[in-house]
């Protein structure tokens, strides 16, 4: 017990000068836009009670895609990520925008060698919450004339398990594009057909510090 309380103290000493020489190096954030696919459940849906049911779309549109990092040593740190459509979709008479957000852990095995060039794995945890709003209506006088409007209705929040491949080319020592594979296993994603949503995008990237 006296060697643990001993080396314990010191262990930790070692890994906060490992991290606070890495972290002069700074976080890198990045910016980017993709798309998520994901068929229909093929489910009826009578939204309005009217005995004629819409059928469930397929997941799809433009995504952005909004992310940061920390690498605590060469070859691993921690991050976090979030994915948004860009637009509401249209889902059985409503319509629909998604938000996938994760915090992973981050390999790069290829730092040492590889500066321009590194690719990255990625794994983590995160949610899903899927909003859904009512029909856009418009309103007119002839005071103010016609504007557009919806509000949301509810939500559904899903439980997921991330994971992503991508490759970072530098082109100055700051200046990064991202190229990015995910694979999102949303639990009991019943509003589509399909658990995993596969997801591609492209980003923009700056790091803070030197490379």
């Keep these: 017990m006296k060697l643990l309380r001993t080396a314990l103290p010191l262990a930790l000493a070692f890994c906060l000068v490992g991290v606070k020489?890495?972290?002069q190096s700074g976080p890198d954030v990045y910016f980017g836009v993709g798309t998520m696919t994901d068929t229909s459940s093929g489910s009826p849906i009578?939204?309005?009670?009217?005995?004629n049911p819409f059928t469930s779309p397929k997941l799809g549109g433009t995504f952005g895609k909004a992310g940061a990092d920390w690498m605590i040593t060469p070859y691993l740190g921690i991050g976090g990520e979030a994915d948004f459509r860009f637009s509401q979709g249209s889902y059985a008479g409503l319509t629909y925008r998604p938000t996938f957000y994760d915090f992973n852990a981050i390999f790069a095995p290829t730092a040492h060698r590889f500066k321009r060039i590194v690719p990255e794995l990625q794994a983590g945890l995160g949610g899903v919450n899927l909003r859904f709003y009512s029909p856009s209506t418009t309103y007119c006088d002839q005071f103010a004339g016609c504007s557009s409007s919806n509000y949301s209705l509810e939500s559904s929040n899903h439980f997921q398990v991330h994971l992503a491949g991508d490759i970072r080319f530098y082109a100055t020592r700051?200046?990064?594009?991202?190229?990015?594979?995910?694979?999102?296993?949303?639990?009991?994603?019943?509003?589509?057909?399909?658990n995993w949503v596969p997801e591609y995008s492209a980003s923009v990237g700056w790091s803070f510090g030197e490379r």
């Design 174 to 194: 700051h200046l990064f594009i991202q190229p990015q594979v995910d694979a999102h296993y949303v639990n009991n994603f019943f509003q589509f057909g399909n």
């Design 21 to 23: 020489a890495r972290a």
């Design 46 to 51: 009578d939204t309005f009670s009217t005995g």
